[in-house]
Every structure is written in C-alpha cells, then in structure tokens.
C-alpha cells in the first residue's frame, strides 16, 4: 500500500540548531516524488523541497535539504541553523506518476523553535 | 505575480445545506488540486483538475463534485453537508500535471458544519 509515515508528531529545537524531521514512504512504483511543504498557522501550505526517485543527488534549497535513502525508503528533512520562523507544521508528501500524478501526505510533524 | 486566492475565507453552513468554493490559481497556472485537510485525517486530496477536465480523483462520495473553467478558475461544491465535512479545504494550483509536485497553495477555506 503507498503510504508516508511521519513518527514525530511533535518536536523542540533550540534556535540555531540544525533539525532532523523524519520521513519514511512506502510504494512499489518505480517512479515517484518525494517533497515537503510547510504549514504555519496561517494554514496555507508552503512548498519546501523536492526530490525525484530518479535523483541521485539529495536536493537542497537554502537552508533545507532532503536526506534521500532510497534503499530504507527514507526522505529525512533537514533543516540547518533554525530560526524562530521556522516553527510551524511539516508534511512529507510523495506523489506516484504511475497513478496519474496522485499526492499522498504525511501526518505532519509541528517543530517549535525555542529562542 | 499574485498567489492562489480561495473565497470565502470562512465559512459557517448547517447540515443538510450545500457549499460552494472557489480557488482562482495562480496567473498561467492550468492545473488545479483540492484538499481536505482535517485533524483525524490529515491532508487528503480530493481532485485534480485540467483544461476543464477532471484528471484524478481521490476517495470521496459522489456529495463532493468540482468543476473548472476556461480561465482555469476552479469551483468546488459539496452537497448534503454532514458534521464531518468540517474541515480546512486547500486548493493548489501548479503550471501543469506533470509538476503538481511544486504545487503552490492558496490560504485555504474553513468550513465548519453546524
């Protein structure tokens, strides 16, 4: 069955730490997509990082990157050096093009920055 | 370049009664997702629309339908409200299907069923 799997549903973080949020995925397909977005309390979702299963570089854009262990079936978002912006909800995403670009989301992990 | 917009922002319905929302994407943007998004749930994707045609559909009863129109504007509606349907609906819009994975989200509908 696809599935994300996200088992933090809640972490603490020292501002300017670096911050590991985990991500584990479950599919047969061959060709996906994996991705996070981030949630602040405002609701709207926010695009962070993608990775394609094909990439055999791990994706990074600014401060993130995305920790991609293919074979454990593990896309880890890292987030260095935090910030007190930084606290708000985290989903990991994958999205099959087997099945007509269909999106599967993750529980969701709420990171706290603490100044 | 102006981000997704959705109308209303809030809103307050009581079972039985429908609801129709709206999700205006991003200029040039033709491909447009919808999502449900509550807290025993999570994020759950509803459907996906484009060039007015619906393209994947997630695991919904037939009381939620959604259309799109030829400025790619999209519509949502559900019908027959239940307590259940309260929730955070999420509308995304991204430049094709093919890159729905750098979808760009608008500020989402609350709905709460009373």
């Known amino acids: 069955a696809q599935k994300i799997t996200q088992t933090q549903p809640g972490m603490f973080v020292q501002e300017k730490e670096a911050v590991t949020l985990d991500c584990t995925y479950d599919?047969?397909?061959?060709?996906?997509?994996l991705f996070w977005y981030k949630q602040p309390s405002s609701g709207e979702m926010i695009f962070l990082i993608y990775?394609?299963?094909?990439?055999?570089q791990n994706a990074t854009e600014g401060r993130y990157s995305l920790n991609f262990q293919k074979a454990r079936k593990s896309a880890n978002l890292v987030i260095s050096a935090s910030q007190l912006g930084d606290s708000a909800m985290y989903f990991c995403?994958?999205?099959?093009?087997?099945?007509?670009?269909?999106?599967?989301f993750g529980s969701g992990t709420r990171l706290s920055i603490r100044p | 370049k102006a981000g997704v917009t959705q109308t209303p922002r809030y809103l307050i319905k009581t079972r039985g009664q429908q609801v129709t929302l709206s999700c205006s994407p991003i200029?040039?943007?033709?491909?447009v997702s919808w999502y449900q998004q509550t807290p025993g749930q999570g994020l759950q994707f509803l459907f996906e629309?484009?060039?007015?045609?619906?393209?994947n559909k997630g695991n919904f009863p037939g009381r939620f339908s959604g259309r799109q129109f030829s400025n790619s504007r999209s519509e949502m509606n559900v019908s027959t409200l239940e307590l259940g349907d309260s929730a955070l609906y999420l509308c995304?819009?991204?430049?094709?299907?093919?890159?729905?994975?750098?979808?760009?989200f608008g500020p989402g509908t609350r709905l709460t069923v009373t």
């Open positions: 629309y484009f060039s007015e045609t619906q393209r």
């Open positions: 995304a819009s991204s430049l094709s299907p093919g890159q729905t994975y750098e979808q760009y």
């Open positions: 200029s040039g943007h033709r491909s």
């Open positions: 990775q394609g299963s094909y990439d055999e």
């Open positions: 995403a994958m999205i099959l093009y087997s099945s007509a670009s269909k999106i599967i």
């Open positions: 599919t047969s397909d061959q060709s996906y997509g």
